[in-house]
């Protein structure tokens, strides 16, 4: 590459001008803050998983651009934090250039995966196999005109969540909500419920991987405004009944793991939590929130509109790129083959909930 350098580093090795360029060439791309494309994220990342590194891009001696990944057996990359990461990409200045499967050359890459590439990504989405739906809250123009749109186009749903709290304020106790709680027992709790919730529904329990926990409980302490967490918590008659953890930059607040008290199902928590929470970051600045790739019923109350998302890999020839193929391929088929079709997503649903009860029997 003409002009071009890549050099690899750990997370932990960019240095505080490095941060700050990252964030600037962000900024001039014009591409939303979400903070799980900031260095911020990369870092805590890579404290707790091994693999994680930044390929750092040079253009005529002048930072071009920083690719987060992670690196595994036989050079299989994947995103910085796959699974739990829901922004993916590489932050590149306009106008730059780059062949993707050079760039996994550079970075000793026979293979990336990613679930939750980002619109725009020229580099990346000639390489998805499947666009995604990703819900959007618009708040740029306040929560009261966001509550003047949602009770025009869902007037039954505003009331139900409103009927639904003063229901648990009078049965309960007093209903009391915190933006940004900092409450171990609220963030134990919530990855209490949370794993409960995976484990209902058959799919994989999150909070059962250390690592998971680990950058939860990272991010939980962190004071970076660009890649905040942020700890949301709806109390009833003073103890947590909902709660939800997200990032948050100065402008986007990204929408991570919401869950609630099933012995309080009955007020829907945490519908009235998330439209506290929506209240709360307009009233911080926060101009958009992304709900995150993947059906739900609240989501598609309370969106705004959907951006698109991409799953896929970019594969070079090779024992490496051949071995994914092989290993991760048939899986992301059978995905795709289930989610076109509704009847069928919906039985492999309810099987995943047959299964989850069975263990927990």
């Not at 000793?108 to 725009?120: H, K, M, R, T, Y």
């Not at 009833?236 to 986007?252: K, M």
Request: proline share 6%; with cysteine; aromatic share 8%.
């Amino acid at each position: 590459m003409p002009g071009k350098r890549i050099s690899v580093l750990g997370p932990h090795e960019l240095s505080p001008d490095d941060h700050k360029m990252w964030r600037g060439i962000r900024e001039e791309s014009g591409a939303p803050a979400n903070p799980f494309l900031d260095p911020a994220f990369a870092t805590a990342v890579g404290r707790v998983r091994p693999g994680a590194r930044v390929a750092v891009l040079a253009e005529d001696g002048v930072a071009a651009g920083f690719f987060p990944f992670e690196k595994g057996p036989l050079g299989q990359g994947r995103a910085i934090g796959l699974g739990v990461s829901d922004s993916q990409g590489a932050v590149l200045r306009p106008g730059i250039g780059l062949d993707a499967r050079v760039l996994l050359r550079a970075c000793g890459l026979s293979s990336w995966e990613f679930d939750n590439l980002e619109a725009g990504q020229r580099t990346f989405v000639p390489h998805a196999d499947e666009e995604l739906a990703s819900p959007v809250v618009d708040l740029g123009d306040g929560f009261e005109r966001y509550r003047e749109r949602l009770r025009e186009r869902s007037p039954g749903f505003l009331r139900q969540i409103l009927a639904k709290e003063r229901k648990l304020a009078r049965q309960v106790g007093e209903v009391r909500f915190v933006h940004d709680a900092r409450d171990p027992r609220a963030l134990r709790a919530l990855m209490g419920w949370k794993s409960a919730q995976y484990r209902r529904t058959g799919r994989r329990d999150r909070f059962a991987q250390e690592w998971i926990t680990g950058l939860v409980e990272l991010l939980a302490r962190g004071e970076v405004p660009e890649c905040r967490g942020v700890l949301s918590v709806l109390y009833a008659g003073g103890r947590p009944v909902a709660a939800h953890f997200g990032l948050c930059s100065r402008t986007v607040l990204s929408w991570w793991f919401p869950a609630y008290d099933r012995a309080y199902g009955r007020y829907s928590p945490g519908l009235v939590l998330h439209l506290r929470m929506l209240e709360a970051a307009a009233a911080r600045g926060i101009e958009r929130v992304d709900l995150g790739s993947g059906p739900a019923r609240y989501k598609d109350s309370f969106k705004t509109r959907d951006d698109t998302v991409y799953e896929g890999a970019v594969v070079r020839p090779g024992p490496g790129g051949a071995a994914y193929l092989l290993g991760r391929e048939p899986a992301r088929v059978a995905r795709r083959f289930v989610r076109g079709r509704p009847r069928l997503a919906g039985a492999a649903a309810r099987t995943l909930a047959h299964l989850g009860r069975l263990r927990d029997r």
